[in-house]
T-cell receptor
C-alpha cells in the first residue's frame, strides 16, 4: 500500500525559506496534501496539488511535485515565527477503497531560529 | 462556523474502563474518520465511515468500535481501555471522492493509567 515519508525535524532562520520534503510510494496517487499542526491543535489543510500538476503557488507557499521521483516539497518563503509547527504530507492513493483513505506521513517539525 | 467538533478534549481513564468519544460535523460531509496520533508515528487511521450507517476498519482498529447512526456524528468507543491506547485522537471529515481534503477537529487527549 501507499507509504508517505518525511524527515522529522527542520530548523531555519527567520526570514529564510523553508523547504519540507516528502516522498511517497504509490505512483498513482491522485491528490497530495500539506497540512499544518500548531501545538495543541488539529490539522489544518494548507494546500494540495493534483497529480497532473508540477507546481502550485499560493502566496508564500510553493508546492513542487516530481512524479518521476515520487517527491513532493513545500517551500515557505520568508519564514516567520508563526510558521513554527508540524507539517504533514498526505496522499490519496488509487484503488477500489482509495476514496476512503488519506495516508499521512509522520510529520516534519519546523522550528524557527531568530 | 463550527466545522468538526470533538468532545471531550481531555480524559483520564483507568485500565479496563470504557468511554465514548464524540465527533460532530456541520458541513454535510459524507466521509468521517478517526485517527490516533502518537509521537514519531504521525496519524494512523482507526476506523472510517463513507456514509450514514456504514463503518469500516482502518489501519489500527483493534480495541475500538465506531458507530455512524447520524450523518453528522461519528462515535469512537473504547470498551476496555488499555495503557497502549494513551494517545491523541483526531476526528476528521471530508466530502469524499478523489478530492479528499479532510477537515480536522481539535483532538482529544486520552490518558489510560
Amino acid at each position: 500500500g501507499e507509504d508517505v515519508e518525511q524527515s522529522l525535524f527542520l530548523s531555519v532562520r527567520e526570514g529564510d525559506s523553508s523547504v519540507i520534503n516528502c516522498t511517497y510510494t504509490d505512483s498513482s496517487s491522485t491528490y497530495l496534501y500539506w497540512y499544518k499542526q500548531e501545538p495543541g491543535a488539529g490539522l489544518q489543510l494548507l494546500t494540495y496539488i493534483f497529480s497532473n500538476m508540477d507546481m502550485k503557488q499560493d502566496q508564500r507557499l510553493t508546492v513542487l511535485l516530481n512524479k518521476k521521483d515520487k517527491h513532493l516539497s513545500l517551500r515557505i518563503a520568508d519564514t516567520q515565527t508563526g510558521d513554527s509547527a508540524i507539517y504533514f504530507c498526505a496522499a490519496t492513493p488509487r484503488g477500489p477503497s482509495s476514496a476512503s483513505k488519506i495516508i499521512f506521513g509522520s510529520g516534519t517539525r519546523l522550528s524557527i531560529r531568530p | 462556523n463550527a466545522g468538526v467538533t470533538q468532545t471531550p478534549k481531555f480524559r483520564v481513564l483507568k485500565t479496563g474502563q470504557s468511554m465514548t468519544l464524540l465527533c460532530a460535523q456541520d458541513m454535510n460531509h459524507e466521509y468521517m474518520y478517526w485517527y490516533r496520533q502518537d509521537p514519531g508515528m504521525g496519524l494512523r487511521l482507526i476506523h472510517y465511515s463513507v456514509g450514514e450507517g456504514t463503518t469500516a476498519k482502518g489501519e489500527v482498529p483493534d480495541g475500538y468500535n465506531v458507530s455512524r447512526l447520524k450523518k453528522q456524528n461519528f462515535l469512537l468507543g473504547l470498551e476496555s481501555a488499555a495503557p497502549s491506547q494513551t494517545s491523541v485522537y483526531f476526528c476528521a471529515s471530508s466530502y469524499g471522492g478523489e478530492a479528499q481534503a479532510a477537515f480536522f477537529g481539535q483532538g482529544t487527549r486520552l490518558t489510560v493509567v
